[in-house]
């Protein structure tokens, strides 16, 4: 397959970001005008940061689903590796609250009952997130709030917590337990009560209201130094769902799950083989033409479930996919 670099398919815009290891450009394609975000590897030379790089574009293409930032294409074995993903022009959560002033109470409980309702997602696909705040969650256009940044996610596989060499996760979001290295979905969920309380204080003149003092007592319940008095995700979306005014409160909330009965796709994704990431499987997946759309669907795991009886996945027609 013919190997481009990006510039031979899109025109480089200006910057509109940078992190811990990537910094992000405007991509505008030129064979059609849209506008893509291009993630590139800053330090290309080294081999643990590209090896981390290639892991992390890998999870985020393979857990998909509509609360993660989705990625469109990439090229890893560019000099400079780089992935292609929707572009969110309102940004972050924190640059959205820092435009507007701060979050009325309401548009902060269901600000953050959309987050809840993505990290439920993630969790039942069998991952923890393990970095969650203000910075890495994105704003669509449409006022969806997408994850992104899977660079410190964690599979579980068969246990129902993942185990680090040290601290992963972020000062002030992270839960008691991921300093001793070891984090949970109840994990997420801490940081998720850390950032309710800070969207519910985002702007002094709701602050004394009954639903504001409600609100806080349920950032506190969320954010509980033992993760077994923590709710799931989804049992966190319900509660959200249940602060909100009936005029603001979605039409069939997300119900409660019974803990006894975990999600289908957690329950298959946990027999499912981890996803290594490694170069070999990825190596191919470089840019060819002008295909900018659906790459990302050639890896085994995306928009699909794993049948453990055939050892293959199924797409969502139900039929199994190729490879």
Do not use: C
């Not at 993760?227 to 603001?248: I, K």
Request: glycine share 12%.
């Amino acid at each position: 397959m013919d190997k481009r670099e990006p510039e031979l398919i899109f025109d480089l815009g200006h910057s509109i970001g940078s992190g811990g290891q990537a910094d992000v450009y405007l991509l505008r394609l030129r064979a059609t005008g849209s506008v893509f975000a291009g993630k590139f590897l800053r330090e290309a030379w080294d081999p643990y940061a590209r090896e981390a790089f290639i892991k992390e574009a890998a999870r985020q293409a393979r857990v998909g689903g509509d609360h993660i930032v989705r990625i469109v294409t990439w090229n890893l074995e560019a000099e400079k590796p780089f992935v292609v993903m929707e572009y969110m022009p309102r940004g972050s959560l924190a640059k959205e609250v820092e435009r507007r002033g701060g979050f009325t109470v309401v548009e902060a409980i269901d600000a953050t009952r959309k987050i809840a309702m993505a990290l439920a997602d993630l969790h039942e696909r069998g991952v923890v997130h393990r970095d969650v705040k203000p910075g890495n969650v994105l704003v669509h256009a449409d006022g969806r709030l997408l994850l992104n940044d899977l660079g410190l996610a964690a599979t579980m596989t068969f246990t129902e917590f993942v185990q680090a060499h040290g601290f992963v996760g972020t000062e002030g979001y992270a839960a008691p337990e991921q300093y001793q290295g070891i984090a949970l979905p109840q994990s997420d969920v801490f940081a998720l009560g850390k950032i309710l309380r800070e969207l519910v204080l985002s702007r002094p003149n709701g602050i004394g209201t009954p639903l504001s003092q409600q609100a806080l007592l349920v950032a506190d319940r969320f954010s509980m130094r033992d993760w077994r008095s923590r709710p799931t995700a989804r049992e966190a979306v319900a509660m959200l769902v249940h602060l909100l005014p009936r005029s603001v409160a979605p039409v069939g909330a997300t119900p409660l799950r019974p803990a006894s009965a975990p999600s289908p796709v957690f329950q298959a994704l946990r027999a499912a083989p981890a996803s290594t990431g490694s170069g070999g499987g990825l190596a191919t997946l470089v840019l060819g033409g002008l295909a900018v759309a659906g790459l990302a669907a050639l890896l085994s795991g995306v928009g699909s479930t794993w049948d453990p009886a055939a050892g293959r996945y199924r797409g969502s027609d139900g039929r199994f996919m190729r490879g």
